[in-house]
T-cell receptor, first 112, second 111 residues
Framework: DGGITQSPKYLFRKEGQNVTLSCEQN?????MYWYRQDPGQGLRLIYY???????QKGDIAEGYSVSREKKESFPLTVTSAQKNPTAFYLC???????????FGDGTRLSIL | GNSVTQMEGPVTLSEEAFLTINCTYT??????LFWYVQYPGEGLQLLLK?????DKGSNKGFEATYRKETTSFHLEKGSVQVSDSAVYFC??????????FGTGTRLTIIP
């Protein structure tokens, strides 16, 4: 079955450490997105990419970085510059120009 | 900019009760509107959508009508089940295809 796979499901970060969250899709979608979800809040867009080797900042990009070297993959790095990284991170994808977005099951990041 | 305002939760109902979750939006142009559902520990799943005024989206007994005159997209279901317990998100997409989400409404159905 086609879908979006996020790994790991749970991730712990030490102070001053960078961590990378994986997102892979086999839906042949052009566009991919990263969102952050905090308790009691909606989803906020971190970064998005509409084509390989190109990506744009979303509403809360500071302290995060991404790459899009392959159509199937859109990893997110949470850098040490992100001072409040504890959250639930969701990856999504869609066909360019066509909604809706399809979501992975998320990665929950916590600070040790 | 775009924004979505959802009914504050949490909402608790008895099984077979009628459900309404209110959603209003602010946007330029003519956005598409969506309801997503999130079950515990999972990502979001698309529940229904509407792409133009007066369209009605429906799925699994849920319905919502795109009302341009009131800028609303309220979610309704005639008879809820325990399995409907989840968090529901209203969202809109702009011409650049980015989604703007509401804060979510947690729904709990009691047997």
């Amino acid at each position: 079955d086609g879908g979006i796979t996020q790994s790991p499901k749970y991730l712990f970060r030490k102070e001053g450490q960078n961590v990378t969250l994986s997102c892979e899709q086999n839906l042949n979608h052009d566009a991919m997105y990263w969102y952050r979800q905090d308790p009691g809040q909606g989803l906020r867009l971190i970064y998005y990419s509409q084509i390989v080797n190109d990506f744009q900042k979303g509403d809360i990009a500071e302290g995060y970085s991404v790459s899009r070297e392959k159509k199937e993959s859109f990893p997110l790095t949470v850098t040490s510059a992100q001072k409040n990284p504890t959250a639930f991170y969701l990856c999504a994808s869609s066909l360019e120009g066509v909604q809706p977005q399809h979501f992975g099951d998320g990665t929950r990041l916590s600070i040790l | 900019g775009n924004s979505v305002t959802q009914m504050e939760g949490p909402v608790t109902l008895s099984e077979e009760a009628f459900l309404t979750i209110n959603c209003t939006y602010t946007a330029t142009g003519y956005p598409s509107l969506f309801w997503y559902v999130q079950y515990p520990g999972e990502g979001l799943q698309l529940l229904l959508k509407a792409t133009k005024a007066d369209d009605k989206g429906s799925n699994k007994g849920f319905e919502a009508t795109y009302r341009k005159e009131t800028t609303s997209f309220h979610l309704e279901k005639g008879s809820v089940q325990v399995s409907d317990s989840a968090v529901y998100f209203c969202a809109l997409s702009d011409p650049n295809e980015k989604l703007t989400f509401g804060t979510g409404t947690r729904l709990t159905i009691i047997p």
